[in-house]
């Protein structure tokens, strides 16, 4: 099996040639990205990086993120990319966390990162794109050698580690090997026929996410494909290069084809070129889905897995029958196990707890042993999502264990009140949540972006939800807000929480600040 570096290596050979990476600002074929990366592996070596070694990438989703990812493998140290949107108390836990040592940054990020560089006496080495300096890390690439020779790495070494999300106050750092990742890459082609060999993919996924890194610009180079990365989400920027490059393969999250459902113009945009879609990241509004591939004639393949178990564990087949509604079936060497309270395995049908097994699972949290062995069982990955599998080994994903509301003793799961309303005409966007209630514990609350100048009431969505679904089941309270809380394309479900429970939603009503 290849590592992530033999990997780019076999492609420069057989297809240097070729377009890897367009942005708007420059476009790369493998051989030019292999002398890019191979320019700041010497740049990192000379300031004392080597195997082993953390290193943050505080960028966003452009070239120079792929570059410092590859540089990384090539030199055997471990690419730790880190969100762009994080600030000062952010970005203090996650450099603290990992003891990186360099940090490479560029002139929107470095802003930030300046103020408290001095605090980490670990932290021998700070490169930054486009300072101007003496330093700035594009003049050091420029003098640097266009060649470098690979640092051995064991399939058992550490390729990458992201970071979760932070819902405890403290971001996770998961740790993947280069045989978690590459068995998923094998896994997913195997089991797909090779489909996603020579693609022409457009991402606006964050690249510090394991959906953007592992799951689409790694799966893109495996397969010798071609990627048009975007910095940030732009509805109409994404329509416009999928019709200009023809792109054959997109994925994104649910909350990207909500976007794309509602600003899709006939008359300028075209998605026929399209033949391999993907989604996940969080639970998907089937009507959404079954609205894009009405746009498209692609079928969407619904994706299930974690950075953990570093991404695509699950996929819905590429073709013949489907089963509206489920994740799919186990890809490659993965294993999904169904589990109780207790740990026991549950029969078809039964909800539980889904365990994700197999050769993709990451190696644990990085210096968090309490963690790893509370979630990395030996039966896999236990990952808090709720869902149970069907007589044919079919999973289908019922919600987050953490977004369950209890409402009076019932188990109420916000994907299918969020399902129901994806199907009322004036609902552009829309999360379930819940809210505290004296008398029932919890009750779930529907907040929504309406479609443009649409006219229905909070009481009309009420009834509607009463109409089609069990009276525990339907929204207590609705709230229409102008915009969501989006973070990496998904919804911020917790910051509505706390929202309501503040009542401070006004704060997504209006223009937002800066706008």
């Not at 999300?165 to 403290?170: D, Q």
Request: hydrophobic share 40%; proline share 4%.
């Amino acid at each position: 099996m290849e590592t992530l570096a033999q990997m780019l290596a076999r492609n420069v050979r057989a297809i240097g040639s070729r377009p890897f990476i367009i942005t708007d600002k420059v476009t790369l074929t493998y051989a030019e990205f292999a002398e890019q990366t191979a320019r700041l592996a010497h740049v990192l070596a000379a300031r004392g990086v080597g195997k082993g070694d953390r290193v943050g990438l505080y960028l966003p989703s452009n070239a120079l993120m792929a570059i410092g990812y590859w540089a990384c493998q090539r030199l055997g140290a471990i690419p730790a990319p880190v969100s762009a949107m994080l600030r000062h108390a952010e970005l203090r836990k996650v450099i603290a966390q990992t003891s990186m040592k360099a940090m490479i940054a560029d002139e929107s990020t470095w802003p930030y990162f300046s103020q408290i560089r001095d605090e980490f006496t670990f932290l021998e080495a700070c490169l930054v794109s486009g300072s101007g300096d003496a330093d700035d890390l594009d003049t050091l690439m420029a003098a640097a050698p266009s060649t470098f020779e690979d640092v051995p790495c064991e399939m058992t070494d550490l390729a990458a580690m992201f970071f979760s999300s932070g819902t405890t106050g403290v971001p996770k750092g998961i740790a993947q090997t280069q045989f978690s990742i590459t068995s998923t890459l094998r896994d997913m082609f195997v089991s797909h026929r090779n489909r996603y060999a020579s693609e022409t993919y457009v991402c606006a996924v964050p690249l510090f996410t394991n959906f953007g890194l592992t799951v689409t610009l790694n799966l893109c180079l495996y397969g010798g494909g071609t990627i048009v990365l975007h910095e940030r989400w732009d509805t109409q920027r994404v329509l416009e290069d999928i019709k200009k490059y023809k792109a054959t393969y997109f994925g994104g999250t649910p909350t990207m084809y909500v976007y794309i459902v509602n600003e899709y113009d006939q008359a300028r945009h075209d998605l026929s070129s399209l033949r391999i879609c993907t989604t996940g990241g969080s639970p998907v509004p089937q009507p959404v889905i079954q609205k894009f591939e009405e746009l498209s004639g692609a079928r969407v393949t619904q994706v299930y897995g974690s950075t953990e178990s570093c991404g695509q564990s699950v996929m819905e087949p590429t073709i013949g029958p489907r089963k509206r509604g489920s994740a799919g079936l186990p890809v490659g060497s993965t294993r999904i196990y169904i589990i109780d309270d207790d740990g026991n395995e549950m029969p078809a049908g039964e909800l539980g707890e889904v365990v994700i097994g197999g050769d993709c699972i990451a190696s644990g949290y990085w210096g968090d042993e309490e963690a790893t062995r509370e979630t990395f069982t030996e039966l896999g990955w236990k990952s808090g999502d709720i869902g149970y599998l069907d007589e044919d080994g079919y999973l289908f994903i019922v919600d987050r264990k953490k977004d369950l509301i209890i409402a009076g003793g019932h188990n109420v799961y916000p994907l299918e009140i969020e399902t129901l309303l994806y199907k009322h005409p004036a609902v552009a966007m829309c999360a379930v949540v819940g809210a505290p209630d004296e008398s029932k514990g919890e009750i779930p609350v529907a907040v929504i972006v309406k479609n443009k100048d649409d006219a229905t009431t909070e009481a009309e969505i009420i009834q509607y939800c009463r109409e089609n679904l069990a009276a525990y089941k339907a929204p207590r309270a609705v709230h229409f807000i102008d915009r969501m809380p989006v973070e990496a394309a998904k919804i911020r479900k917790r910051d509505l929480v706390k929202a309501l429970k503040e009542g401070t939603i006004d704060q997504y009503r209006g223009e937002a600040v800066g706008a």
